[in-house]
Each structure stands twice: as structure tokens, then as C-alpha cells.
């Protein structure tokens, strides 16, 4: 195995102490931690041959489809399945009489049938679902149920959902916050009030949802999907199939884009299901019309505020009401709702704060985990009072902003002291004091793109120019006393090193990640991640940056234990300590060069395996006046944005986003790039366009041409100005989250730069263009 | 799927087959099929009838093949012809269905919002239907918009017949985003300096183009068409608001002398985007 290297089996050691090991190819190929390796998987998914869900198959599979209601709120009263299940080439119906275990699911409070029972109370949910020997017969099957309805008047405004009957067994409150943190009766010589409606975002993944559930011969079921959280999800399954654990296996396909939760159990539930009953394979590929209405939104969220100042600008109190329409089910929203509350400030020092927050059940589509929830909401609001205050105190809004900058060592409203780096002034002046972009009297030259493009109504002389800031934060891992933990194991053979880890690929670059930690630490090149399944420890979901943390932390624990086990025999046989071997390139050598001997003659035909845990340092909930220490660590991130609008049609292009954001540590420049570009592409897309319409609680456009996603031509120059590498002591590798911030702060930079090009309060998001328009009497 | 060579074999094969779905650039079609709306029985493919994919000039006027992809349409030479038509598909959405997209297919599907309408009635534009037995019709474009005339069961649109003014033209169209996306609000307007005329309509408002002919005939009349065409700002503003006036009107008073509604925000948005959209396009054209 060793054989390959020449002069295998001996130790050389070499005349000149301190030489380099003369290995000075042309260009080595990069590795280890801080440098651009590629993803391994890239070639594959640019050239198409990457497989997704969508793509599996298996010998004699059937075909599965869901059938969901129409209506947004109606009681069921009988469902007929005899039609449907004796069309032929239909193999199995079933409806919540065939759930064997659980009626129940749900991440955080269980609360969602499986299949309606007595009551639809969203549009889409799941009532039944078939498997037919072709997807057109499941479909028309699905078609074919008779499900007779009394259609009830949906509860759609959050706001009288306090006074509807109940539309759920738990009630329609969901959370409730009351934040308390000072002097109730203290006020400021300035007030400003704000109203804030932030709209429906969709994660729009990539590639809809699908999976393909196997039965096994020991009564069990395989689930293949694009998880990323297959562990929960793993559980939810087996509680619903009344199955014990052991019995049903997750296992993780490749991700197609996953901003939120992908493939939640209204996927993985009837396919299972549906498995179990037929002995068949089943397979599922949602239509986008079904990808839209089954998987969670961010939540739809009205905010009211009321910010105190002295004549100097320094805030002195922040009032907050947060309504949050979680829709019709809790899923995630207790967590949003925490984040919202707690950041509800900004990342300003605010001696004073009050704020209210719910989140209430209504017939709306369920809103759950996308990126920066909660606190992007609040994002746009915080943002928003404080271009009204600069207004009103006749400051500039980047100086007010400068003035009431938290740093390390404050406290949040929770009382949370800030221990963290909190970099939020040197963040803010960093896209200060970047260069404008040009005007277009500048360099009249080039052709200008304006509002509303190329071939748009754009006139340049009712175009004005505005320039905003938002400055977004996000917390890191879970919070409010959320068990994390995810366990690695590395396995180095000859020159070949694995990693076993169930953290999914969603895009993070986690797997890069974690090659990039084995290069580091074992010198080894080729390392290979091996796939996910939840026959693997949990790893917990892929999201608040947890991989980069939790995950990253065990796979370098992990390998430096195998570090130890390979270096112990050599350090023994030198009479040396570990310490004083150090591995790069492969090779082992010594602090003073004597010794040299490369990891395959190391091992000497040895497999070295280690297993390791991280679990990073435990939060409290938020007691019932929302103080605690919640959150394991906070990260940064502020955004100018320049925009040109056009006054008479409101028609908005935004021209450039300078982003400046705390990163703890680089780990992968180019990856970050990506991560950072992506996430201020999201927050555009919320500031400008995306918003899921629903009328009267039924989703009107379900498609990708009613539901518009920027495109290259929306996107604007996206600038990364400064990245403060000031590392975090308790995490790992000191790096931080880098892909929520930016969706975080982008949307209320944008609005900033609408309200100083237009002067009108923008309260509103996506920006419609009636309120970004001067009208002759507005 | 069958896929004749030429436009009376088209229309042969739509007679074997009553029930087949005629096809051609399938932006539209393809979306509904895929969506589970539509199921064809059988597809008549218009792609390969060379006569319906090019253009030729026919006394004053040009004979358009209803083939024509909308990136065919965009292209210079095409747009030195016939400007306006030339800008609405450059407009109509992102280059891959511009590549695939027809002029008989805009005209066809009759979206409120196909960029190419307002342009085509603003043109007075006839279209050439060819029927079964050799049989060739023309009727206007907006009759066949508004539905007083009907594709009867076997016809194909093989031509459309657009005069050829020689003169400024312009769309303008509206739409919330800097990337591709369906109009808000669109004005095509054409002059006609031979007819001392001005021909205007306003797309994506109505299920039609809108023509406001009282606006034409009052800005034709202050135009001086021998000299230099400019009009004053003034002017401009003035039929900006009369196009946006005629194509969303005020909400009529009720009959019991109660105060008339007042029209919705969206709606007053939408009117002062029309207003502007049309002062911009008699601008342009003038200048």
C-alpha cells in the first residue's frame, strides 16, 4: 500500500538541518486551511452528471404524488378513496387512518398531522397520497379522491388572529416574548415612530423537493433525499411509521440549493408511508407548484416602533411591537421569534429596551427557518428608524449610526454581554470610506443601465440617486439552550484520508471544509467525505453556520487524534514529544529537520481511525421577561448600498452593494466570496421582488414567473470592502457564519438607499414601486 | 408530432388531426403542458416552414412571417425597418425565450402582457390566417385581439402585414425589476408622417391593447408635421395624462348623485406609470 514511495520502509534522514523539502513543483496544488481549494464536486454538478434525488432510481419503483387541499381553511367532512384506488396501475392510497404511529410532526413542537384529518388549515397541505406505476396515474388518482369540504373563512391578518377561534388544537399563539431590559419610564428629547411590513420570502430552491423511500426486507424503510437535517428527520419518520429508531435510515443525496429546511417530512412521510404498504420502492419529484406550497416561508412579520433619543443622537430607548404570522403551523417560528426579540435593538447600545413580540398561528402558508429569520425583519425596521432619526436630528445616517455602534463588551437587551468580537463600528466605516461608483455624468461614455433595464422606460433625467446603510447581526448555532453537538470520525489509510461526518453538504462548503481541516492537520492531500446517512452519529442541521463550528470542530478533533496515533511510535523511537513533528506535504519532519519520513511509511501499512465530539458551551433559554444568556456567539455584517431610482415610475436599479463583514477567520477566500455574494443576492431579492402573494390565505402565483428571483441582470456589482479576520476564542477556528448576515442586511441597506434617493419612508418590503415613486402631490 | 414543410401542409395536417395542438416556438404551450394544463392529443410543429420564418416587402408594406423569432426581430437590420416591433422583442423576456419565442405565437397566445400587442395595434398590423384548401383571410390584429373575429378549427396565422412608415417609433415598457420581467404597464407609438397621423397603445392594463384615439387625433393636430416636429414640454405632459385618462378612467359616479369612488393607490400608481411612459414615448419619437 506504502510500496509506491520510493525508498518505503526506511527513515532517511537528511545532512542539512532546516532544508526545505525540495518538492518546488510548478504550481502545488493548494490545501489546508486559508486557501481557495475547489469544491470536489464542482466539476461534476457544472458538467450535469452530479445526482440529486430527482435523479435516483431503482428497479420496479412506483410513483408517488400528494394529494393537498385547495382551500386554506375547511373542515373535512368525508374522504372517498375507492375511485382512486381502483383506477388502474394504482398501487396503494393513504390518507391520517393509515398513519401507523405519530399523527403528529414537526421541527421544535409536533403540531402537524401528517395527512389532514378533520381540517385542512393551509392551502396545500397534504390529505392523501398514492403510489401508481407512472407518475401521470398517481397524479390523476390524487385527482380522482373525493374529499368533501365545508369551507370555512380563513384567519390571513396576523393581526386578528388573537381574536379568531382557535384554528389549531394549541392555540393560535404560538410565542409570546415580553422583553423588559431598563427604565420603563425613561424618554428621549427626539422620538421617531415607524410602521414595518416585511413580506413572504421563499427559499425558491434550485431543484424542488423529491426522494425515493426503499423498503427493507427487515420491515424497515430507507429514505433517500436531500436532508439537511436527516437526524430529526429520521426521528419525526420513525415516530410516525411506529417504527423504533434503528428501523428507518435517512440517507442524504445531493442538496440542490438549500437556503431553509429541505425535504421536510411532508415529503419523506407519505413516501415512507407508502413504501411500507406496497413493498415497492416509491419515488416522488415535486412539480415547483408543490415545492412552493409545501415547504416553510419566511415569516410574514408586521413591526411597529419607537425609538428615544437625546438632541446628540445617542438612543436612549427602543419600543418594539413584532408580529410574526407563522401560518398555520409552529414549525421553527418559537426560535424566530426569540431572534427577532433579541436583536430587535440592532447592533446599537440601547440603555433601554421594551419589546413585544408573537408569533401567531393563521390559514397563510407555514412560515420556519430561512436564513437570518427574525432578524432580518428586524433588520429592515431597526434600519429604518435610524435613517427617520438621522433625518430628524438633521445628522448624517452613517455618523448616527457610527455613534450608537455596540462593540465587545456591551450588553444585548437579553442582558447578554457581548464576548465575542463586535467589530460594528470598524464594519460601518469600512463602507463609509469605500469609493462611490461613478455617476452617470461621470463617464458619459458608457452606456448606463437604468431603472427597469436594458430595454426598460428608464429616463435618465428623473433618475435620483440614494446611498443607505443596513448593518445586519446574526447569532451562530442554535440558541436558547439548544443541545449542540455533532461528532467526526477521520480515517487515514496509506495516503488516502475520510472523513465520516452526517453534516450535510447544502452548499456550505462544509465537505470542502473539512478536507481543508484534514490537509491541515495530517498533511495528507487526497481526502474523501464520505456521504450521510443517519447510521452515522447526528450532526445536527445544516444551518446557523453549525458545520462550520460544531462539525469543523469535531472533524479537527477527530483528526488530530489520529495525528497522535501516528506521530506517538516515531516521537517515542526519537525520544521527542508530538509536538516537535510537524506534517506538511505528506512528509513528517522534525522541529530541526533530522528527522524525515513521509505519513504512508508512517503508517506502514496501518489504518489509524479516531472519533471525536465538539460541543460548544451550553446557552439558557430567554426567561419570561426575554432576558438569558442565548446565543453562543453573534456575527456582523454591514452593507452601503448605492441605488438609482426613477422618480416618476419607481422603478429601482440597485448599482452597487459594498459589503464589510466579520468573519472571525477566513478558512476559504473563494468560497467566502461565494457565500457573501449569494447571501446579498438573497437579501436583494427580499428587498426588491420576492414575496410570496397569497389572497385570502390561497398562494396566486406557485411558479417561478409570479414568484421573480434576481437575475444576473437584477444583481448589482457586489463589493466585499473589508473582511475583519478578529477570531472568536471559543470557536474552533475562530470563523464565524457568513452567509446569513449579508441576507440579513442587505434588504434594509437597500431600502436606506430608496429612502434618501426618494425621501419617502419605505416601510415596506419587497419595495413595490408605487412607494418608491414621487407622486405631484406626495 | 408532425412537422409539415409548409404552411398548407401545416393546415392539411390540422385537418387529419382535429384534435393536434399546432406548436412553434412552445414557450407558452410547453408551459402549460408541462403544468399538467394542457394534454395534446398530437402537436403540429411550425418550425420547419421556411416561408413563415422570414420577411419580404409587399407595396409599402412588410409581410412578416409569423415564424419570426423574437430574436430575429431584435436584430438591427430588422429594427431599421420596423423600430418598434424591434424594441418590444428585445424586451420580451430573457434570451432563451427570445430565441425560441414567434410573432404568431404573441399574437396566438394574447397575453395582456405580450410585449410584441401593443406595438402590432398601435401598427394597424393585419394577419394573413391561412385555412384549409389553399384558403388565405386577413383580418386586423386587434380584431382577432379583442375576439370579434376567431381562428376557426384548422387555421394557422401565417403572415402578419405591417405598413412601413419610415418614420420614429417607440415601446416603452415598465416592469418592477432591472432583469427581464412581465410588463407593468407598456406604450408602443408610431408616427405616420404621411398621414399626418400619431398612433399610440398602451399595453399590460387590459386584456387587449388599449388605443386612446382622442389623445392621437388632439396630439396630431399640434404637431407641425412639415418642419420640426418638437412639442413643448408642456404638450408632451398634457397627452401623457390625456393616454393615461382614456386607458384608466376614473371610476363612473353612481346614478344616485353620491361621490364617485376613488380609484385604488395600484391603479393611481399604474395611471401616472402610463401618463409617464406615454409622455416619454411622444418624447422620444418627436426628438
Known amino acids: 500500500m506504502t510500496g509506491t514511495h520510493e525508498g518505503a520502509g526506511a527513515v532517511t534522514v537528511t545532512a542539512a538541518p532546516g532544508t526545505a523539502p525540495a518538492t518546488t513543483e510548478a504550481e502545488p496544488a493548494p490545501h489546508g486551511l486559508g486557501v481557495s481549494l475547489p469544491s470536489a464536486d464542482a466539476p461534476a454538478k457544472t458538467q450535469g452528471t452530479f445526482p440529486y434525488a430527482a435523479d435516483l432510481w431503482a428497479e420496479g419503483l412506483l410513483w408517488a404524488a400528494i394529494l393537498r387541499s385547495p382551500h386554506p381553511r375547511a373542515r373535512i367532512l368525508s374522504i372517498d378513496t375507492k375511485h382512486a384506488a381502483e383506477m388502474p396501475g394504482v398501487r396503494a392510497v393513504v390518507t391520517h387512518e393509515d398513519v401507523p404511529g405519530d399523527a403528529g410532526h414537526g421541527r421544535g413542537t409536533p403540531d402537524r398531522p401528517v395527512f389532514a384529518k378533520d381540517e385542512v388549515r393551509h392551502h396545500g397541505e397534504p390529505i392523501a397520497a398514492i403510489a401508481a406505476d407512472h407518475p401521470d396515474t398517481a397524479r390523476l388518482a390524487a385527482a380522482a379522491i373525493a374529499v368533501e369540504y365545508e369551507v370555512l373563512e380563513p384567519v390571513t391578518d396576523p393581526q386578528l388572529a388573537f381574536e379568531a377561534e382557535p384554528l389549531h388544537p394549541d392555540g393560535n399563539l404560538v410565542r409570546h416574548i415580553p422583553l423588559r431590559f431598563g427604565d420603563p419610564e425613561a424618554t428621549g428629547e427626539v422620538v421617531v415612530e415607524g410602521l414595518y411590513r416585511i413580506g413572504r420570502q421563499d427559499p425558491a430552491p434550485i431543484g424542488a423537493e423529491a426522494g425515493l423511500a426503499v423498503p427493507r426486507p427487515d420491515g424497515g424503510v430507507e429514505i433517500y433525499t436531500a436532508a439537511t437535517d436527516p437526524h430529526t428527520d429520521r426521528d419525526l419518520a420513525a415516530a410516525c411509521f411506529g417504527l423504533p429508531q434503528d428501523k428507518v435510515k435517512v440517507v442524504v443525496t445531493g442538496v440542490p440549493g438549500a437556503t431553509a429546511d429541505r425535504e421536510d417530512p411532508g415529503i419523506q412521510l407519505p413516501l415512507g408511508m407508502l413504501a411500507l404498504r406496497t413493498g415497492c420502492p416509491v419515488k416522488l419529484a415535486a412539480t415547483r407548484e408543490e415545492s412552493f406550497l409545501s415547504h416553510a416561508h419566511r415569516h410574514p412579520t408586521i413591526l411597529r416602533y419607537r425609538h428615544h433619543a437625546d438632541a446628540e443622537g445617542t438612543l436612549v430607548k427602543v419600543e418594539a411591537q413584532i408580529l410574526m404570522d407563522a401560518g398555520a403551523y409552529a414549525d421553527t417560528s418559537a426560535d424566530a421569534l426569540a431572534a427577532a426579540v433579541s436583536f430587535a435593538c440592532g447592533p446599537y447600545v440601547v440603555p433601554h429596551a421594551f419589546v413585544e413580540g408573537w408569533a401567531v398561528r393563521t390559514n397563510n402558508p407555514p412560515a420556519g427557518h430561512l436564513r437570518g429569520e427574525g432578524a432580518m425583519q428586524v433588520c429592515a425596521a431597526y434600519e429604518g428608524q435610524m435613517d427617520k432619526l438621522a433625518a430628524k436630528l438633521g445628522l448624517d445616517p452613517a455618523e448616527l449610526r457610527l455613534r450608537n455602534a455596540m462593540a465587545t463588551g456591551d450588553i444585548l437587551p437579553t442582558s447578554q454581554t457581548v464576548t465575542c468580537p463586535a467589530p460594528v463600528a470598524e464594519l460601518l466605516q469600512a463602507v463609509k470610506d469605500a469609493p462611490l461608483p461613478d455617476l452617470p455624468k461621470d463617464a458619459p461614455q458608457e452606456e448606463w443601465l437604468l431603472p427597469g433595464g436594458p430595454e426598460g422606460a428608464g429616463d435618465p433625467s428623473a433618475v435620483r440617486r440614494g446611498v443607505g446603510y443596513g448593518i445586519g447581526m446574526v447569532h451562530m448555532l442554535g440558541a436558547e439552550g439548544a443541545d449542540e453537538v455533532s461528532t467526526a470520525t477521520v480515517k487515514v489509510s496509506g495516503s488516502v484520508a475520510t472523513v465520516i461526518c452526517a453534516a450535510v453538504e447544502t452548499g456550505s462548503g462544509f465537505s470542502t471544509l473539512a478536507r481543508q481541516i484534514v490537509q491541515e492537520t495530517l498533511g495528507v492531500e487526497e481526502v474523501h467525505v464520505a456521504a450521510v446517512d443517519t447510521d452515522q452519529p447526528p450532526a445536527g442541521a445544516a444551518c446557523h453556520s453549525r458545520h462550520t463550528w460544531v462539525s469543523g470542530g469535531a472533524v479537527e478533533r477527530a483528526a488530530k487524534m489520529v495525528r497522535t496515533q501516528l506521530l506517538q511510535p516515531l516521537a517515542h523511537k526519537f525520544g521527542m514529544s508530538t509536538e516537535l513533528l510537524q506534517i506538511a506535504d505528506g512528509k513528517i519532519t522534525s522541529y530541526d529537520g533530522v528527522l524525515s519520513t513521509t505519513v504512508a511509511e508512517a503508517l506502514d501499512g496501518k489504518e489509524l481511525w479516531a472519533t471525536a465530539q465538539c460541543r460548544p458551551h451550553p446557552t439558557e433559554p430567554l426567561d419570561d421577561t426575554g432576558q438569558g444568556d442565548a446565543f453562543v456567539g453573534l456575527a456582523f455584517c454591514a452593507i452601503r448600498c448605492v441605488a438609482d431610482v426613477d422618480i416618476e415610475l419607481g422603478t429601482i436599479r440597485v448599482v452597487e452593494l459594498s459589503v464589510a463583514q466579520d468573519v472571525g477567520r477566513v478558512l476559504n477566500p473563494a468560497q467566502l466570496r461565494a457565500r457573501i455574494e449569494a447571501g446579498v443576492t438573497q437579501g436583494l431579492g427580499a428587498a426588491l421582488m420576492e414575496n410570496l402573494r397569497t389572497t385570502r390565505g390561497l398562494v396566486r402565483h406557485p411558479d417561478l414567473t409570479g414568484y421573480p428571483l434576481p437575475t444576473s441582470l437584477d444583481a448589482p456589482d457586489i463589493r466585499i470592502v473589508k473582511l475583519i479576520e478578529e477570531r472568536d476564542v471559543v470557536a474552533p477556528f475562530g470563523a464565524k457564519p457568513v452567509s446569513a448576515a449579508p441576507v440579513v442586511a442587505a434588504p434594509a441597506a437597500v431600502a436606506s438607499a430608496v429612502r434618501a434617493a426618494t425621501g419617502r419612508p419605505i416601510g415596506r418590503l419587497p419595495i413595490r414601486p408605487q412607494a418608491a415613486a414621487l407622486t405631484p402631490l406626495s | ?287
Open chain 2, 1 to 287: 408530432m408532425t412537422l409539415p414543410a409548409s404552411l398548407d401542409e401545416a393546415v392539411a395536417a390540422l385537418a387529419a388531426m382535429p384534435a393536434a395542438v399546432p406548436v412553434a416556438g412552445g414557450t407558452d404551450l410547453m408551459a402549460a403542458v408541462n403544468s399538467g394544463l394542457l394534454r395534446p392529443a398530437a402537436l403540429v410543429g411550425l418550425n420547419r416552414i421556411s416561408e413563415i420564418r422570414g420577411w419580404q416587402y409587399q407595396d409599402g408594406h412588410a409581410l412578416l412571417g409569423a415564424g419570426l423569432t423574437l430574436a430575429r426581430m431584435g436584430r438591427p437590420d430588422f429594427a431599421a425597418l420596423i423600430p418598434g416591433l424591434a424594441a418590444a422583442a428585445r424586451a420580451a423576456g430573457p434570451p432563451q425565450i427570445r430565441n425560441a419565442g414567434t410573432l404568431g405565437g404573441n399574437i396566438v397566445t394574447a397575453a395582456p402582457t405580450g410585449d410584441t400587442l401593443p406595438v402590432l395595434a398601435a401598427l394597424e398590423a393585419t394577419v394573413i390566417i391561412a385555412g384549409p384548401g389553399g384558403a388565405r383571410r386577413e383580418v386586423p390584429v386587434s380584431h382577432l385581439l379583442a375576439g370579434m373575429e376567431m381562428l376557426r378549427p384548422g387555421e394557422i396565422v401565417g403572415f402578419v402585414r405591417v405598413p412601413l412608415l419610415h418614420a420614429p417609433q417607440t415601446f416603452l415598457k415598465a416592469t418592477g425589476r432591472t432583469g427581464p420581467g412581465r410588463a407593468a404597464a407598456s406604450v408602443a407609438l408610431v408616427l405616420d408622417p404621411a398621414r399626418r397621423g400619431v398612433r399610440c397603445a398602451v399595453g399590460a392594463v387590459a386584456m387587449m391593447p388599449l388605443r386612446p384615439l382622442e389623445a392621437e387625433q388632439w396630439v396630431a393636430s399640434l404637431i407641425d408635421w412639415d418642419n420640426d416636429r418638437g412639442l413643448a414640454p408642456e404638450a408632451l405632459t398634457a397627452f401623457g395624462d390625456y393616454v393615461a385618462a382614456a386607458c384608466i378612467p376614473d371610476p363612473a359616479p353612481p346614478e344616485d348623485g353620491t361621490e364617485a369612488a376613488t380609484l385604488p393607490p395600484a391603479a393611481l400608481h399604474l395611471r401616472r406609470t402610463v401618463a409617464a411612459l406615454a409622455r416619454r414615448a411622444l418624447g422620444r419619437a418627436l426628438s
